[in-house]
């Protein structure tokens, strides 16, 4: 079986084909994934396909990158609402982004605190988006004891060993498939496979142009990452496997 640990198949970019883009994940053995929902929109469309697939997840969360119109506090109590009554498997995506919105830097540190607060009273695990925050976000997450997974890693080896040794899992995208792709090539390596996860971003992070990254492209990053760690195909796709059910607290 293979994951994607991240994708948002809740999108409107999958409204016109949602049903046939899950044929082809489990086309692909792609039988488990976690469905990021940033608005009720994404989740009530997402939920339908978590209630069929039982190794789907499903995670909530306010993005760092949608607090331009609505950063109140009536919102986070909305969202704590929210996920009381709806009960998701995760809070995510949730983060720091300073290098699209530092303009909002206050903002996202207050709902940062806020959802990483909710998710440590739950118990639930945590999905992390971090750009160009790399401090800010280290700083915080060691004030929760929650289950985390950082989101596209593309930090350096040296940020990579910080955050295995806080426990964190990383997950990588589809920055392995890139020409000249070095950097996520030697962080790869560095990385033991049993803290690793693998996502797609879909529909997002394409690496062919023009190309609408879907959530069954994660083979070809399954594929890249077993050359890079020289560990057969089968073998990964075991381990990752535990890996995402040790996230949700099932092995």
């Known amino acids: ?102 303009h909002t830097k206050e903002s996202q540190l207050r709902f940062f605190h806020a959802q990483l607060a909710l998710a ?5 695990p945590v999905d992390i988006h971090s750009r160009k925050a790399v401090k800010d976000t280290q700083d915080i997450l060691k004030q929760y004891r929650v289950k985390i997974i950082m989101h596209s890693f593309s930090g350096s080896v040296e940020t990579a060993r910080e955050y295995l040794k806080a426990g964190y899992y990383l997950s990588f995208g589809a920055s392995v498939l890139f020409p000249n792709a070095k950097r996520p090539e030697e962080v790869v390596r560095a990385v033991p496979v049993e803290r690793m996860l693998l996502e797609t971003d879909a529909p997002y992070q394409s690496p062919v142009k023009d190309h609408r990254h879907e959530p069954a492209d994660v083979v070809n990053i399954y594929r890249r990452v077993s050359e890079i760690k020289n560990i057969p195909l089968p073998e990964l796709e075991a ?6 059910k040790e996230v949700f607290g099932e092995e």
Do not use: W
């Not at 469905?35 to 997402?46: P, S, V, W």
């Not at 990158?65 to 969202?79: A, G, H, I, V, Y």
């Not at 440590?120 to 639930?124: A, D, K, R, Y």
């Open 239 to 244: 381990i990752i496997e535990k890996n995402y």
């Open 120 to 124: 440590q009273e739950l118990g639930l």
């Open 1 to 102: 079986m293979r994951i994607d640990a991240h994708c948002h198949l809740g999108s409107y970019q999958f409204d016109k084909d949602r049903e046939e883009t899950v044929k082809k994940m489990l086309e692909e053995q792609v039988e488990g994934a976690i469905l990021i929902c940033c608005n009720i929109e994404d989740y009530r469309k997402a939920l339908v396909y978590k209630k069929k697939q039982p190794l789907f997840k499903i995670a909530c969360g306010i993005h760092p990158q949608d607090l331009e119109e609505d950063d109140s506090e009536e919102r986070l109590r909305n969202f704590r609402a929210f996920v009381l009554k709806e009960k998701p498997d995760m809070i995510g995506e949730i983060g720091l982004d300073y290098y699209s919105h530092p």
